[in-house]
């Protein structure tokens, strides 16, 4: 069965540090997506990347960066100089393949980042 | 671009009662999804409608159901509340599926007392 694991349950930095957030999924498919999406205090799910499982070229953008490694099924996210604003609940999802051609999210449980100034 | 919008923003309920929770899709998505997030957990999917049709569903009961327009809108539709319903709801669109980035919006938190 599809599963996305977020061991992290929480994690408390202070501004300007570096962080990273873990990301484990299992699945039996050759072909899937992963995605990364931040949920501030307001509750809406912000899209930050999508990436799917053929290109595991690592992808830098601002301070955001991702490590994608099918060898051990990780799709960790890092935070660079991390800022107050960053605080959020961030989920890992897997699109779940076997569901036809519904995309359905499979979701981690997330981890809540606090930055503190 | 308009982005995904809901309403209402906040619902409360009383056990056995029905509700009824709206979705605007992104301009230029054909698909939406419905997913049901309770407190401290990652959200569930609920399911998905294209082409007003259910193109597929998770593990949730009958009671919950839906419809899409032919504007893409959706309505979700929860029947005989249960106290374990209060959530947030959240509703996403996207151009047909398949691992297409879904886009949220700010959802609904459903409290059934």
């Known amino acids: 069965a599809q599963k996305v694991t977020q061991a992290q349950t929480e994690i408390s930095v202070v501004e300007k540090e570096d962080v990273t957030l873990d990301c484990v999924y299992e699945t039996r498919d050759t072909t899937y997506y992963l995605f990364w999406y931040k949920q501030p205090p307001s509750g809406e799910l912000v899209f930050l990347i999508r990436r799917n499982s053929f290109d595991e070229q690592n992808e830098i953008s601002g301070r955001y960066s991702w490590n994608f490694q099918k060898s051990t099924s990780s799709f960790n996210f890092t935070i660079t100089a991390s800022q107050v604003v960053d605080s959020a609940v961030y989920f890992c999802a897997l699109s779940d393949p076997g569901s036809g051609n519904t995309g359905k999210l499979i979701f981690g449980q997330g981890t809540t980042l606090q930055v503190k100034p | 671009e308009t982005g995904v919008t809901q309403s209402p923003t906040h619902l409360i309920k009383t056990r056995g009662q029905q509700v009824t929770l709206r979705c605007s899709s992104q301009?230029?998505?054909?698909?939406v999804s419905w997913y049901q997030q309770a407190l401290g957990q990652g959200p569930q999917f609920i399911f998905q409608y294209y082409r007003e049709e259910e193109n597929g569903r998770g593990n949730f009961p009958p009671r919950f159901s839906g419809l899409q327009f032919p504007n893409y809108s959706s309505e979700l539709n929860v029947n005989a509340l249960e106290l374990d319903d209060s959530a947030l709801y959240l509703c996403?669109?996207?151009?047909?599926?398949?691992?297409?980035?879904?886009?949220f919006g700010p959802g609904t938190r459903l409290l059934v007392l």
């Open positions: 996403a669109s996207s151009f047909l599926g398949g691992g297409e980035t879904q886009y």
């Open positions: 301009s230029g998505h054909n698909t």
